[in-house]
């Protein structure tokens, strides 16, 4: 979330689409009732299902699955039609205004943008530049060639927006044919009802109103699509355009759908990063500073304006990293031990893991908490992968599907005794047995304390995997074995080894320096052995440590921050900076700097959120100024200081997409639709790619895969948790598929009756919930059916011990399609067939 | 002591006077649903299974969301999932939190035949004792909203207590701590009368619901639950809410005119009996008498 | 007051006084009211593990934490000083309590040995024991110094670290640093997913 | 096969001391369990009825108790009223004395029993009370049952419980007129009434002055020889 849960109560106007927060975040959902209740906001909801969200909007559009970047391309192409953009906001805070190289070619019918290359199913995106001079080459991401040219420092520019390769302008282009007949054809809505719904979120800038503010809320329903990065884009596009980002009640606000993924997003649990949103060195880096150098930006802008450009610290982020992980082993001789760092040159993501598995690269596999057969895609693949698995470890509080592949329903006792895999079953402790830190959606760091000691027979998760790795030291220690240095190395200094005190563990994420220090502009002075108050301290020198910079200032001097407790407001925007802390340096929204005009003024003075204060010459305000503190409006910084650019990205320059510089829509990779209307040669995204194992099954509707499906969480359910417990089972006791009136009128159904939903994959047996929920759609003239179905049962549980449902998990049915940003499969359409079983 | 006497104000088929009737100060609380905003999340009722401690006991799939029919014993809190398609064609998902209304004149307290079984305290809580319940289940005869539930092992009967121990102790019930979106409200009587009032107001002016109105129905004296409706001429839409409930006719007259014509009755036969006795005396005095004078 | 005692209300009745005449004690209970469950219950200030809201929640145990009281859940509640959740909680929070409670908890380490058709216990030492010598002896077999250009890469290819939604940002700190250590590049988090 | 004008002759039920066997065993029998029920189901019921006399309840062993003994008793009294009706629905027809025998109630509640025309073996008002405590006895049980499962019913078919209530109090009320008009007449009014359920026999003398017509039968006299 650029914002925060909140925040959302000063929105006037809410899109919620590619979520469903009233079934997933019901208490975060609160804060769009209160915007309702107090502001007479409008809550327009775009979904494939009429949710629990729809049953409380003002405005609600049955979507065919995936077509959200057509609604929202045409949605561009309207309010620029009509003029209901910020053009001050857009004309200094964003690319608009930026000239694009005369070579960057926009997808029209072919589909692809300019340097698409068909052999590698890739783009050479170095026309996806601007014009200008001045740069260095740019960064590339693990698996994507390097080499391209850089964003040129100086930007050609035009800030009447009239220059034709203007990125205004462009876009203007790539979304003609976005029309509100299109999209109709493509997304199933009706043209009256589509404008209506392009009127309405478009009313905030009626007429020039700047005050206004609208927000757009996302979660998994944009996300997990071959172009999940590219629909939130869009939004976010949108967003730019009328000026909403940055401002109170505004933003892209992703909800995540888990307690602390923002905080394993953040803390890098993921393969391309390293703590801190830093990017893993590749091969070809050769060295800490050819790492450095290609991960840290230069700025790029119009000639007379300034840029922050705070990537450009990243050395300080990187050496202090290296400095908490190997301490007095990191020094500038050995490059802060670059050499530790495995080198990343391609996709290990999630699919990816399985994929490899099933090809015998992965032999060993830690599961802590993650349920992997269930969550997919393709189940069956996952089961088959562990069954080629040496040794498999889980963590886990309850007895789940992974841990259990070998004996998944259909596996005979002699094929039993074939499956090779060893697996070891660890009883973690439960969340109230354990303390640390969480990271909501809203980047709020906050403390749990442990209310109940950990049941005998358990052991703590950090306790695991310190006595795990331990055990692994001693063993290298002992016996020698291949390159030691970094496991024997690592810093474990913590006054209990075996089970370390994650409140020890905060203090070195935070870090701490290891040399007398003193701010310049202030005078503050810390001192050696003391910890780092934010990381504006961190040091490329060695002399400070930070496990993550982001997070540096959670535990400073002054205690751990994260447990602080004081839900004063005095501004009542919602900002509450004394409640817990919240990255980066207790800011709570984000680009705040674009709340205000350029020159420094709120622009809506009932919801001040930070402005120039001309007698101190200094940004002020309720929140923490996301800008530098002493810059001028005259100076024309751009309040989007982590870009190279300053401004936001109407257009994604270079390496900032793998599949194009504007959304561009395609339909899913199963779709019941054999052309993309949009643009007729190009039906897929060009750049994703299939996997290739014999489990890898994609249907069409040749195939006769006609109906398209989704799938999605209950509110009363929790993924694969609450399958144990009771009170969960008893408000929704069985699994079911969720099917429209007609369809199931087509089949001769009633709701109750068993059906069998196959994909290209497997099959899936539920109870049929009919409901006027689900409409049949018209798609391009052709009836089109969708159905939907909750993922929350596999094999075991409470409903499925008792036997009493048929132990499919719904990810038999899922593709292994990924987006080609993000690397999230396509959880959220596919196709299917639906038969009586 | 967390209930005293002085806070009862009504008690069921009770033969004395009530301790706590128009001794007290004490302000009607009040739970308002707004049903505008209820996503239904059944938050509530899982907040009310966990704060009662009640048993978990099994459901099964019924084509709907809605977790069971229909309340239990164990269950005293349901929210009612209905699909409405509007005369324009648009769809509404309407859910209405359905539990014990408390009403100021309730129906199970007139029809219930234990003394103190039923009490209302002076705050409007309507509270089953259980201790005194017999199971007789004329509570649920006298309910015009299908509120009371049998145990069958305990042979008592149970419902919502509108969280009375918290209440008690100054606290909201457990379902209206829950509610995330806020659809649920604690309050005085008059402030969520006052409260439901300009919401409904809201929904008139701002969200195009021109029925929008307030439910707190006078058959039954007003109810200590009220709710926001955005079609209060159509309650019935949202599961069946009876739009002018009151008690029963026939527990009115049951209890009204037909018990005292047959207390009446009774009384005033055995009092005929006994002056037809004292004027006429018996047929003969004694047996002997029969015989026919004269002999035979 | 004293806690322990019953405390119930009986109400002297004119009905009941026919029956006393005989010895009975015929006076029902007219407010017997369940004590609150919390008055004197622990309070612990947690966060709630399932979405990413982050509702504060007051976890309620048993006793007052004296040594001799093995801590129990009594009850789990909503925060009302949380900013975001303000003490609302959704039916997955509301019922955390059965999440603590629960009897399908797994309390035992166990090993699904290769062929094997069913679980076996072991012991927690002997199976840290066995997964460090697999590491190591995986690790040690695929080890990737350097790839065909001749770069170095030192990386472990043939291990995978998943890490669930609920670990903490320590938790995942940890994972993050000791197995970035061990050269895995396999490292996913539901993040991802 | 009787003779032409008699009204009876059955002189075998003329016993010792000139008395005439009344009532059998097995009728006296569940005359009593009849009676002994139905003074259970009244005490209880006119303790749920009204909260004046609930202390009934709490001294027959507290409301719960007869809460749950309530309808196996009703039960038990139907049953006994079910077999009332086989051993005397065949004697309980309405004829035409009957008619005359309402129209001298009069008399009949002056005492002056010489003036009312000849009953038989039951007058008019005992058919009457019988009729009415196995209709009754109907309704009670149909209501009653409706009342003793009321949970089960559903919520659609709420007026089955709303007829019940008032069915089941409303035929309460009747029966418990007719049973007090019956024990005062059986106790206070006629001697030898109450003996007669006790001992099964009254004497000839009571079946003369009560139930001349019955006594015609057994002792044989003719119509003519009246």
Redesign the interface.
């Known amino acids: 979330m650029t914002n925060g849960w909140v925040d959302i109560k000063n929105a006037d106007m809410i899109l919620v689409m590619g979520g469903n927060p009233a079934e997933n975040h019901p208490c975060g959902f609160k804060w769009v009732i209160e915007a309702k209740r107090n502001r007479n906001a409008k809550l327009i909801v775009v979904d494939p299902r009429f949710t629990r969200t729809a049953s409380v909007s003002d405005f609600f559009a049955q979507i065919r699955v995936g077509t959200d970047i057509a609604f929202l391309g045409g949605l561009i192409r309207y309010l620029i039609e009509n003029q209901r953009y910020n053009k001050e906001y857009l004309v200094n805070f964003t690319n608009a205004g930026f000239i694009v190289d005369k070579e960057f070619k926009l997808p029209e019918d072919e589909g692809v943008f300019s340097g698409f290359d068909e052999k590698s199913l890739s783009y050479n995106r170095a026309t996806w530049n601007y014009e200008g001079s001045g740069g260095k080459p740019a960064a590339a991401k693990p698996g994507q060639p390097a080499g391209l040219p850089g964003l040129p420092e100086r930007v050609d520019f035009d800030p009447t927006l009239q220059n034709p390769r203007c990125v205004f302008q462009l876009l203007k282009a790539h979304y003609s044919r976005y029309t509100p007949e299109m999209v109709e054809r493509v997304t199933g809505i009706p043209r009256e009802k589509y404008l209506q719904a392009c009127d309405l979120f478009t009313s905030i800038r009626k007429d020039g109103d700047t005050k206004k503010v609208a927000t757009v809320i996302y979660a998994l329903g944009w996300t997990q699509h071959s172009f999940g990065t590219q629909n939130i884009r869009t939004a976010a596009m949108i967003q730019l355009l009328m000026g909403n980002v940055g401002r109170a009640g505004g933003g892209v606000n992703a909800l995540r759908g888990h307690s602390n993924i923002q905080g394993a997003t953040d803390m890098a649990g993921i393969f391309d990063n390293l703590p801190g949103y830093l990017k893993v060195p590749i091969p070809a880096d050769g060295s800490f500073e050819g790492w450095m150098k290609r991960i840290t930006p230069t700025p790029s802008k119009p000639g007379d304006w300034a840029s922050f450009n705070y990537w450009s610290n990243t050395p300080k982020f990187a050496v202090s990293l290296m400095k908490a992980f190997y301490g007095d082993a990191a020094t500038k001789q050995n490059e802060w031990a670059y050499d530790y760092l495995p080198k990343v040159d391609r996709n290990y993501s999630w699919v990816n893991i399985w994929d490899n598995m099933y090809n015998g690269v992965v032999k060993g596999l830690f599961a802590f908490g993650m349920n992997g057969v269930m969550i997919g895609p393709d189940s069956n693949k996952n089961i088959d992968a562990l069954k080629k698995a040496d040794w498999v470890v889980v963590g886990e509080i309850y007895p789940d599907e992974t841990s259990e592949f070998w004996r998944s329903p259909g596996i005979t006792q002699e094929e039993m005794k074939k499956i090779q895999t060893t697996v070891y079953r660890l009883p973690c402790a439960g969340f109230a047995e354990k303390d640390g830190s969480f990271t909501n959606s809203a980047r709020w760091l906050q403390w749990k304390n442990a209310a109940l000691p950990i049941p005998p027979g358990c052991r703590s998760d950090q306790g695991i995997v310190a006595q795990i790795f331990l055990k692994t030291r001693e063993l290298y220690q002992k016996e020698g074995g291949k390159f030691p240095d970094p496991i024997l190395k690592l810093t474990w200094a913590y006054t209990n080894p075996s089970d370390p005190s994650l409140a020890e563990v905060l203090k070195e994420i935070n870090g701490k320096t290891f040399a007398d220090a003193e701010d310049p502009a202030t005078k503050q002075q810390i001192k050696a052995g003391q910890q780092v108050p934010s990381f504006a301290w961190l040091k490329d020198d060695g002399t400070t440590s930070s496990g993550n910079w982001i997070y540096c200032g959670a535990y400073t001097e002054a205690g751990n921050l994260t447990m602080r407790r004081d839900p004063a407001d005095p501004s009542g925007l919602g900002v509450h900076p004394n409640w817990a802390w919240s990255w980066p340096v207790n800011r709570r929204v984000l680009y705040n700097r674009a709340s205000c005009n350029v020159d420094g003024k709120p622009w809506d003075a009932t919801r001040k959120q930070v402005w120039w204060n001309e007698g101190t010459q200094k940004w002020a305000g309720v929140d923490v100024p996301d800008f530098k503190a002493d810059s001028h409006p005259k100076d024309h910084m751009g309040p989007f200081i982590m870009n190279p650019e300053g401004v936001g990205r109407i257009f994604g320059p270079l390496g900032a997409f793998a599949d194009g510089p504007f959304p561009t829509f395609y339909e899913p990779v199963e779709s019941p639709v054999e052309n993309n209307l949009l643009h007729p040669k190009q039906r897929h995204s060009p750049v994703v790619r299939r996997y290739k194992t014999p489990d890898d099954k994609y249907g069409s509707v040749k195939d006769g895969y006609t109906v398209i499906c989704t799938t999605y969480r209950l509110t009363e359910h929790y993924h694969y948790w609450t399958k144990n417990n009771p009170m969960n089972v008893q408000l929704v006791p069985e699994p079911f598929v969720e099917i429209s009136e007609e369809m199931a009128a087509e089949m001769g159904l009633q709701g109750g009756e068993r059906i069998k939903v196959s994909s290209a994959r497997g099959a899936y047996i539920a109870k049929a919930m009919v409901t006027k929920r689900i409409k049949a759609m018209t798609i391009d003239g052709k009836k089109t059916y969708q159905i939907g179905i909750p993922i929350h049962w596999g094999y075991r549980g409470i409903a499925e011990d008792e036997g009493k449902t048929a132990k499919t998990p719904v990810n038999l049915l899922s593709p292994t399609v990924v987006d080609p940003n993000a690397y999230t499969p396509e959880f959220k359409g596919f196709l299917v067939k639906v038969e009586k079983a | 002591m967390s209930q005293a006497t002085l806070r009862i104000q009504k008690i069921s088929a009770h033969s004395g006077t009530v301790p706590g009737e128009d001794t007290q100060r004490q302000y009607q609380v009040c739970k308002l649903v707004d049903t505008t905003t209820c996503i239904g999340c059944k938050a509530c009722e899982v907040a009310c299974v966990e704060w009662n401690d009640m048993p978990f006991s099994p459901t099964a799939f019924g084509n709907t969301y809605q977790t069971m029919p229909e309340t239990r014993w164990n269950y005293w809190n349901l929210i009612l999932f209905n699909e409405h398609e509007r005369e324009d064609g648009t769809l509404q998902w309407l859910m209405r939190k359905h539990q014990c209304m408390h009403c100021a004149e309730p129906g199970c307290l007139e029809a219930c035949p234990a003394d103190g079984a039923i009490v209302q305290y002076t705050n409007g809580i309507v509270d089953f004792q259980q201790a005194n319940c017999i199971g007789c289940g004329y509570c649920i005869t006298g309910c015009p909203f299908n509120i009371p539930k049998f145990n069958n092992v305990t042979k008592r009967m149970y419902k919502c207590s509108l969280c009375a121990d918290r209440v008690s102790e100054g606290l909201e019930p457990a379902c209206i701590k829950s509610c995330p979106t806020g659809c649920l409200h604690f309050g005085s009587k008059d402030d969520m009368t006052e409260l439901a009032g300009i919401r409904a107001k809201q929904l008139r002016d701002h969200y195009g619901y021109d029925k929008a109105g307030v439910y707190d129905p006078p058959g039954v004296g007003g109810t200590g639950v009220i709710y926001v409706l955005h079609d209060a001429t159509q309650p019935e839409l949202y599961g069946g809410l009876p739009s002018n409930p009151s008690i029963p006719l026939a527990v009115k007259f049951w209890k009204h005119p037909l018990k005292w014509l047959g207390n009446i009755a009774m009384v005033g036969g055995l009092i005929g009996l006994f002056v037809h006795y004292l004027k006429f005396g018996p047929k003969a005095r004694e047996e002997a008498d029969l015989a026919p004078k004269g002999g035979a | 007051m004293d806690a322990s005692r019953r ?1 119930f ?1 009986k ?1 002297a ?4 006084t ?2 006393a005449l ?1 010895g ?1 004690d ?1 006076k ?10 919390i ?1 004197r219950a ?1 309070e ?13 929640v007051i ?1 309620y ?1 048993l006793g007052d934490g004296a040594k001799n009281v ?4 009594v ?4 925060d ?21 409670l ?1 009897e ?14 069913d ?1 076996e216990d ?1 012991s ?1 030492e002997q ?10 002896k ?3 077999d ?2 990737i ?1 350097t ?1 065909a ?1 001749g ?28 197995m ?14 | 096969m009787k003779p032409r004008g008699m009204i009876g002759y059955h002189p075998e039920q003329i016993i010792p001391h000139d008395h005439i066997l009344r009532y059998s065993f097995k009728e006296r029998m569940n005359h009593w369990i009849a009676a002994g029920s139905f003074i259970y189901l009244m005490l209880t019921g006119l303790a749920f009825w009204t909260p004046w006399l609930f202390w009934i309840a709490t001294m027959l062993g507290g409301a719960e108790l007869s809460r749950m003994l309530h309808p196996w008793i009703g039960l038990v009294f139907f049953v006994s009223v079910c077999y009332m009706f086989t051993l005397w629905a065949s004697q309980m027809n309405f004829e035409p004395v009957d008619k005359e025998w309402w129209n001298s109630l009069g008399h009949y509640i002056r005492n002056q029993d010489d003036q009312m025309p000849p009953a038989g073996r039951y007058n008019a008002g005992q058919k009457l009370l019988f009729w009415s405590f196995f209709i009754g006895g109907l309704l009670l049980l149909a209501s009653g049952l409706v009342l003793w499962f009321t949970e089960s019913i559903p919520w659609n078919l709420r007026w089955l419980r709303y007829l019940a209530v008032i069915v089941h109090a409303g035929t309460a009320l009747l029966t418990i007129g007719n049973f007090m008009i019956h024990v005062y007449m059986g106790v206070f009014a006629e001697r030898g009434a109450f003996g007669s359920v006790i001992r099964g026999d009254v004497s000839l003398a009571f079946a003369k002055r009560y139930h001349p017509g019955w006594y015609k039968e057994i002792v044989g006299e003719t119509e003519t020889q009246k």
């Open positions: 405390d209300l109400v009745t004119v009905g009941g026919a029956a005989f009975f015929l029902p209970a007219y407010a017997e009211l369940r004590r609150l469950k008055a622990s612990t200030r947690s966060t709630c593990p399932y979405c990413s809201v982050s509702c504060g976890i145990t093995t801590k129990q859940v009850h789990v509640e909503g009302p000083d949380h900013p975001i959740n303000r003490g609302t909680l959704c039916p997955k929070g509301a019922s955390l309590q059965q999440d603590i629960n399908r908890r797994l309390l035992k380490p166990q090993v699904r040995r290769p062929g094997g058709t679980w072991i927690w199976a840290i024991g066995e997964i460090a010598q697999k590491v190591k995986t690790r040690d695929t080890f110094e790839d250009a770069n170095k890469v030192n990386r472990c290819e043939s291990i995978a670290f998943t890490g669930g939604c609920t670990d903490t940002n320590e938790f995942n700190y940890l994972v993050v640093k000791a970035r250590a061990l050269g895995v590049v396999h490292i996913e988090n539901q993040a991802r997913v």
